[in-house]
């Protein structure tokens, strides 16, 4: 089981990153994928959700309307669309499959099958 974020970097406020996390080794199309970041210093955060079919998608009211979450199942592809980056958005990003039955906006390292290693986006002018 293996999930790679990849598509993090330096951005100005205002700007756009898309991230992606490239899925292998498990049913991709059958699992809820979640982004979940965490900046310096502070615990995890949860920001987006989407359902195994990608129709139906969730979002924490921090990012709600800048974000996108979207999925290419045929790719085995989870993607984030970031726009209007701020300077709070800096945090390393983390791609995770769901456990089934468990909370979405959950951060709870049990509740997740697997993680990958993180891309960090950093927003700075």
């Known amino acids: 089981v293996q999930l790679v974020e990849s598509g993090g970097g330096m951005v100005q406020p205002g700007g756009s990153l898309r991230l992606s996390c490239a899925a292998s080794g498990f049913t991709f199309s059958s699992y809820h994928m979640s982004w979940v970041r965490q900046a310096p210093g502070k615990g995890p955060e949860w920001v987006s959700d989407i359902n195994p079919g990608g129709g139906s998608t969730y979002y924490a009211d921090s990012v709600k309307g800048r974000f996108t979450i979207s999925r290419d199942n045929a790719k085995n592809t989870l993607y984030l669309q970031m726009n209007s980056l701020k300077p709070e958005d800096t945090a390393l990003y983390y791609c995770?499959?769901?456990?089934?039955?468990?909370?979405?906006?959950?951060?709870?390292?049990?509740?997740?099958?697997?993680w990958g290693q993180g891309t960090q986006v950093t927003v700075s002018s």
């Open positions: 995770a499959s769901l456990k089934p039955g468990v909370l979405i906006t959950t951060t709870d390292l049990k509740d997740f099958d697997s």
